[in-house]
């Protein structure tokens, strides 16, 4: 039930588009134990002006390949959060050739009254999910 969004800079192919989400989606599986059809991925791209993203003064630098992976989700422990995100960029390194430097994420968390997967209903509320 993650809700996953994608920003990055225009310019990738639609297979590595696909292999950005298949992998990401895999993790979240593997992280969250979250049922395989529970898929919910959104990606804008940008012009390169269109997305600045520093290194928060940590000291690295980032290409054009950076991605900014925003999740909404219901509550998580910190273990699962830092364990998606060691999973997710490793797996993201292997499957898709992303530096590690290139990938920043960020969860917002939100309660089971804040979904409505359709229908104008509160499925987590009304006991459907």
């Known amino acids: 039930m993650p809700l996953l969004r994608f920003d990055i800079i225009e310019g990738r192919t639609d297979e590595e588009l696909k292999e950005l989400l298949d992998a990401t989606h895999d993790v979240v599986v593997k992280a969250?134990?979250?049922?395989?059809g529970d898929r919910y991925q959104i990606v804008s791209q940008h012009r390169p002006n269109e997305m600045i993203i520093r290194d928060t003064g940590l000291g690295f630098e980032r290409s054009d390949k950076v991605v900014v992976i925003?999740?909404?989700s219901t509550q998580r422990s910190d273990k699962q959060k830092k364990d998606f995100y060691n999973?997710?960029?490793?797996?993201l390194?292997?499957?898709?050739?992303m530096e590690p430097n290139d990938?920043?994420?960020n969860i917002m968390t939100?309660?089971?009254a804040d979904?409505?997967?359709g229908?104008?209903?509160?499925?987590?509320l009304t006991g459907e999910l």
């Open 32 to 36: 969250f134990g979250v049922p395989v």
């Open 70 to 72: 925003s999740m909404r």
């Open 87 to 91: 999973m997710l960029v490793k797996e």
């Open 93 to 97: 390194g292997e499957r898709c050739g």
């Open 103 to 105: 990938i920043m994420i």
């Open 110 to 112: 939100n309660g089971a």
């Open 115 to 117: 979904w409505s997967f």
């Open 119 to 124: 229908f104008g209903e509160a499925q987590f």
